[in-house]
C-alpha cells in the first residue's frame, strides 16, 4: 500500500503512509496523519471539536436575520451564513476522505458509512486499540529476541545499529497504543541484551556509573 500525499500548497505537502491491515505501523501513520490534518485545520472536526455553523431560521418561506430573528435576512447575512455552512461541509468532507484513504482497506470499508469524521477516527482508535493479546505477545518476544550485529566498517555499523535502535523504538511504541507499554527500565535492559558483545565493557561501565550515581 503506497503512502498518501496531501497538499497543503504548490510548495508543501504532507505523506500520511497508508495504515496496514495488522495496523503494525500505527505508531508512524498516527503523528503523520494528525500533523497532516492539523496543518490543514481538520483534525478539530476528527476529534469532535469542530463547531457546526447553526443555520438561518426559516419563517413562512424567508431566512431571518441571527441578529434579529423579527426581520428578514440582509444579503450579506445570507452570503456569510451559506459560506459558514459550506466551509463546515467541505472540511469535514475533507477529512472523512483523508480517513478512508488513508486506512487499510478492510477497514476503510468498515467505516465509509459513518456520517461524521468524528465516528470514524474514534473507531480507528478503537480498532487499533483492540489488537489481541497474541498480537502483543508477538512484538514482545520480537523485541526480546533482537540482536544487532557486530561490522569492521564503523560507518556501516553506527548505520546499523541506529536503525536497530529505531526498530527497537517503534516497537516499544506499538505495545504502548496496545495498551501494553514497556517500563523505562525493562527497555534500557532489552536495548543493553541486544548489543553486540564488544559492547560488553561499555554496558557494564555504564551499569556501574548508574549504580554509584544511586
Known amino acids: ?40 485545520g481538520l483534525m478539530k472536526h476528527a476529534e469532535g471539536h469542530a463547531r457546526q455553523p447553526a443555520p438561518l431560521i426559516l419563517l413562512n418561506d424567508v431566512l431571518m436575520s441571527q441578529d434579529d430573528p423579527t426581520k428578514p435576512a440582509m444579503e450579506e447575512q445570507l452570503d ?52 489481541s493479546t497474541l498480537q502483543q505477545i508477538d512484538i514482545l518476544d520480537q523485541l526480546q529476541e533482537m540482536h544487532c550485529g557486530e561490522n569492521s566498517d564503523a560507518n556501516a555499523h553506527l548505520l546499523e545499529v541506529t536503525k536497530h535502535f529505531q526498530l527497537m523504538e517503534e516497537w516499544c511504541d506499538q505495545l504502548a497504543t496496545m495498551g501494553a507499554p514497556v517500563p523505562k527500565a525493562s527497555f534500557l535492559v532489552l536495548v543493553m541484551k541486544s548489543m553486540p558483545a564488544s559492547y560488553r565493557l561499555m554496558v557494564q561501565t555504564i551499569d556501574t556509573n548508574s549504580i554509584l550515581a544511586n
Open 1 to 40: 500500500m503506497s503512502d498518501i500525499a496531501i497538499t497543503l500548497n504548490s510548495q508543501s505537502s504532507f505523506v500520511i503512509p497508508k495504515l496496514h491491515n495488522d495496523r503494525s505501523n500505527w505508531a508512524d501513520y498516527e503523528p503523520r496523519a494528525k500533523n497532516a490534518m492539523g496543518a490543514k
Open 80 to 131: 456569510s451564513a451559506e459560506k459558514k455552512i459550506d466551509d463546515y461541509e467541505r472540511n469535514e468532507a475533507h477529512t472523512k476522505h483523508i480517513i478512508l484513504s488513508t486506512t487499510s482497506p478492510r477497514l476503510s470499508s468498515k467505516i465509509k458509512n459513518l456520517t461524521t469524521a468524528k465516528a470514524m477516527w474514534d473507531d480507528v482508535l478503537v480498532d487499533v486499540s483492540n489488537k
